[in-house]
């Protein structure tokens, strides 16, 4: 319960800071790495990757949380995933809980990678808040969602 009311405080801290400014923004990442230090666990992402040979495209699982702190580690996962094969992506977004503008531009930023080879990212099992996000920026039109 309190792991739940910390992220509730972060994200409430969060959308207050885009109104107040970069101070605001700094003070978020203080307390985000004081709860880490503490061994509150904020703000994490996982992420398992595979490619499906019968298929002939990439299967991406993403749990948690994508924002500031963890979007490079998805831009990571992407680089290495599209140098090595460039396929399809398809996302299985059944246990992504949130993603900001930064996680975003990284999933933008990969597609735009990819349809350089006629390629698209599919993103699947969208939990409802990431589904009113694509659909309020526009990008459930650029993307193909599943399910």
Known sequence: ??????????????????????MEKRNIRSICLIKRK?????????????????NNHWLVELEGEIDVYTAGQLKEVFKFIIGEKKEDIKIDADKLEY????????LIGALKR????????????IRPNVGKLLKITGLDKVFIIEG
């Open 1 to 22: 319960m309190k792991e739940t009311t910390d992220k509730l405080f972060i994200y409430n801290h969060w959308s207050k800071s885009q109104k107040f400014g970069i």
């Open 38 to 54: 503490r061994g509150i666990n904020t703000m994490s992402l996982q992420i398992r990757k595979d490619f499906d040979n019968k």
């Open 114 to 125: 990819l349809k350089q080879e006629d390629k698209d990212i599919i993103i699947s099992n």
């Open 99 to 106: 993603i900001d503008s930064t996680g975003l531009g990284i």
